[in-house]
């Protein structure tokens, strides 16, 4: 699969404010966003907990990290954001694709939105 950008805007989950806007790579294969430490530290992102991450060469590699809102594609999500490398590539995981209703089509390298994000009901067994 090519690679796929897309314009992000990252801001406090507060709104407003500064923003960090860059190209953010699509990274279908991480769960979770990053940016670099220093942009993040710039709009005022507090460093909430850190993770153990398992990269893409199997190392396993722990970061710190912070809650963010997320701009992208016409769409507005918050969620969980690394404070990377200040030299790293922006990373736009699945779990803020998925929140915004983002679908990504292999074949064509794009990406396209759900008619309808999926919300099912859970049925009580008794």
């Known amino acids: ?67 963010a809102r997320l701009e992208f594609m016409g769409e507005v999500t918050a969620g969980r954001i690394l404070f990377g490398p200040d030299d790293i590539e922006p990373l736009l995981g699945v779990t803020a694709l998925e929140s915004a209703g983002i679908t990504i089509d292999p074949n064509r390298h794009t990406l396209g939105r759900l008619p309808a994000i999926p919300l099912k009901e859970l049925v009580a067994t008794a």
Do not use: C, W
């Open 1 to 67: 699969m090519g690679l796929i950008h897309v314009p992000v805007a990252l801001r406090r989950v507060e709104g407003g404010g500064n923003a960090y806007e860059a190209s953010f790579l699509v990274d279908t294969g991480a769960t979770d966003s990053m940016a670099p430490a220093r942009e993040l530290e710039r709009l005022g992102i507090e460093p909430v907990g850190r993770k153990a991450y398992e990269l893409a060469d199997g190392r396993i590699q722990e970061y710190v990290f912070g809650f």
